[in-house]
């Protein structure tokens, strides 16, 4: 039985490759097979050039996405020039140490209710902020007088809801290696008749509809401001008619 076995045709495995069938195995292939064969892998480089040459073509006649195009191509069409960054409105990044300094020590004698308490703020500057023409002298009296309860907390609460906002930040100070100034609220820096909707918001936070009203009808900013230098200094807390 062994033998019957060994003597049996071996069955040779056939491969196909784009058609053609190659022989593998102890089986001598013929002489036309051969030939066959061999024509055909001679074929695949001529067939293996074209198709890089085709697919090259068209790679490059298609076009790449924008700001994708292949290193030594040349573009078709020119980049468009890049967009101007837009003019900030108001200013929501760190503030410097400083200014954090100065805002919190203004806060501190908002939260006590005792308007008294911003002489601390008032005598950290060496010179004096500008609160305008009637309290330059006595700020803390004045503000007193001009307070519907007579005690300066109607003052308080202006200057809490204005340091509760977002300042702008402007490049107008004096000393040339300090020249940002940061002044809430930024609205203050902001046409009247311009605002968008959130920005209205921010304004009624400030004051009646009837003041925003006649604010944006004489296109100019009315109401009260506070101006803080980068190194801390405080500039200006008064109401601009």
Not at 172 to 189: H, K, S
Not at 199 to 220: I, S
Request: hydrophobic residues 45%; positive net charge; contains cysteine.
């Amino acid at each position: 039985m062994g033998h019957e076995r060994m003597r049996r045709k071996q069955k040779v495995p056939q491969f196909a490759v784009c058609g053609k069938h190659l022989t593998t195995g102890p089986a001598a292939p013929t002489a036309v097979s051969v030939a066959a064969n061999v024509r055909w892998w001679r074929s695949i480089p001529t067939l293996s050039t074209a198709l890089v040459v085709a697919v090259v073509s068209g790679l490059v006649h298609a076009g790449f996405p924008e700001g994708g195009a292949m290193a030594g191509a040349t573009a078709t069409e020119p980049r468009s020039a890049p967009r101007a960054a837009p003019k900030e409105r108001a200013y929501h990044g760190a503030l410097p140490p400083s200014v954090v300094d100065m805002r919190e020590q203004i806060l501190a004698a908002v939260h006590s209710g005792n308007i008294a308490e911003l002489k601390g703020a008032i005598e950290w500057n060496e010179i004096k902020p500008d609160f305008g023409a009637k309290a330059n002298d006595d700020p803390i009296a004045y503000w007193k007088r001009m307070s519907s309860d007579g005690q300066g907390r109607e003052i308080l609460a202006v200057l809490g809801n204005l340091l509760a906002l977002p300042p702008a930040r402007l490049a107008i100070g004096r000393d040339a290696e300090n020249t940002t100034v940061y002044v809430w609220p930024y609205l203050a820096e902001l046409p009247p008749d311009g605002l968008r909707p959130g920005e209205e918001v921010d304004l009624y936070r400030l004051m009646t509809p009837a003041a925003a009203k006649a604010m944006r009808e004489a296109k100019k900013w009315s109401w009260w401001r506070i101006a803080i230098g980068a190194d801390g200094t405080w500039h200006t807390f008064r109401k601009y008619d």
